[in-house]
């Protein structure tokens, strides 16, 4: 996969609501910015990969007990990561989800918390507002995997949220979460299959759920790519439009005060760690080297940027935007 999305130039728009009115800002995919965290109220952040339209749309921030959710280090290490990167526990993270507009098509990436993480998120639907696009307009919603912050908002007081748009998921996730078998055997909880039932099964109902296996071609110009670990069926996403290429790499790295520079450290929420922890070292690795454009769900918003190495890890170079 050769990419060439370092020499692209972006446009990226940023718009927060409220009294910060409207911020327009592009994205220069190599230059670098600070990790100052900026204080937004739903936002968007828009850009341009090849001929295809791409919007980060934000559903919100969650505080992550680092403590807690990485494994294998002990409390001093955490903090020695935190310290590094001027973090306070427990770490505030992102939750981002992705617009594309392409060949006709406008999908997202991903649909934020909608009601399943408490008193968190779930402010999808008012970043798409933003956007000019109504829920109504997306035709596809591709899953990164079957986990609350990715697959909540498919759903809005019991129905589909985006009630004509087809699902695609990797078909070991819908193995796992929508088999009752798992439920009555104890391999998945209640919460767990409440939830998929909640979302995911509203469109299976419809015949508004596709699945895919192995490496896909879902759509022009959009390849699902299975990166099982995380949970059995995560996938990512290669988007390529007129030779510029975006990854969209779902839950590939949780934690970036310490997954970039400790790429081998894995998080509670890993279903098979030694899995997600094979597939983050090698696609980082490829995405280093070919210097490829990411969107990355929980990194800080709008979580668009590359990866360098650094010492034994990487560093993320966030793409920075302009606002003129
Ligand atoms: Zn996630």
Redesign the pocket.
């Known amino acids: 996969m050769r990419l060439l999305s370092r020499r692209a130039v972006l446009s990226l728009l940023m718009a927060a609501v409220g009294a910060m009115g409207l911020i327009s800002g592009a994205v220069s995919a190599s230059s670098e910015a600070s990790n100052t965290e900026l204080a937004t109220d739903g936002s968007i952040a828009r850009f341009q990969v090849g001929n295809a339209e791409v919007i980060a749309l934000s559903d919100g921030t969650f505080p992550i007990d680092l403590f807690s959710v990485l494994q294998g280090l002990s409390a001093d290490q955490v903090q020695a990561y935190l310290d590094q990167t001027f973090e306070i526990n427990p770490v505030e993270t992102s939750i981002t989800a992705f617009l594309v507009r392409m060949q006709g098509h406008l999908m997202l990436v991903d649909t934020g918390c909608g009601t399943f993480c408490g008193d968190v998120g779930g402010k999808l639907l008012r970043s798409l507002a933003l956007t000019g696009y109504s829920p109504e307009d997306i035709t596809d919603v591709l899953i990164t995997h079957m986990?609350g912050?990715?697959e909540g908002g498919l759903a809005l007081h019991g129905k589909r949220a985006f009630p004509n748009a087809v699902v695609y998921i990797h078909q070991a996730d819908i193995g796992r979460f929508l088999n009752p078998d798992n439920l009555r055997d104890g391999v998945i909880r209640q919460l767990d299959w409440d939830r998929a039932q909640a979302s995911v099964a509203l469109y299976r109902a419809a015949g508004q759920l596709k699945t895919s296996s192995g490496p896909t071609q879902l759509l022009p110009g959009i390849k699902a790519i299975p990166m099982a670990g995380h949970t059995p069926g995560a996938t990512f996403y290669q988007l390529h439009s007129a030779g510029e290429q975006l990854y969209l790499i779902g839950?590939m790295i949780h934690i970036r005060a310490v997954q970039l520079p400790a790429p081998e450290v894995t998080v509670g929420y890993d279903l098979n760690p030694s899995k997600a922890r094979a597939e983050r070292l090698k696609w980082f690795q490829t995405f280093a080297q070919e210097g490829a454009l990411l969107a990355a769900?929980?990194m800080n918003f709008p979580g668009v940027g590359h990866l360098r190495v650094q010492d034994q890890g990487y560093r993320w170079i966030p793409a920075a935007y302009h606002n003129r």
Do not use: G, L
Request: a negative charge; proline letters at 17%; zero cysteines.
């Open positions: 986990h912050d990715h839950d769900p929980h």
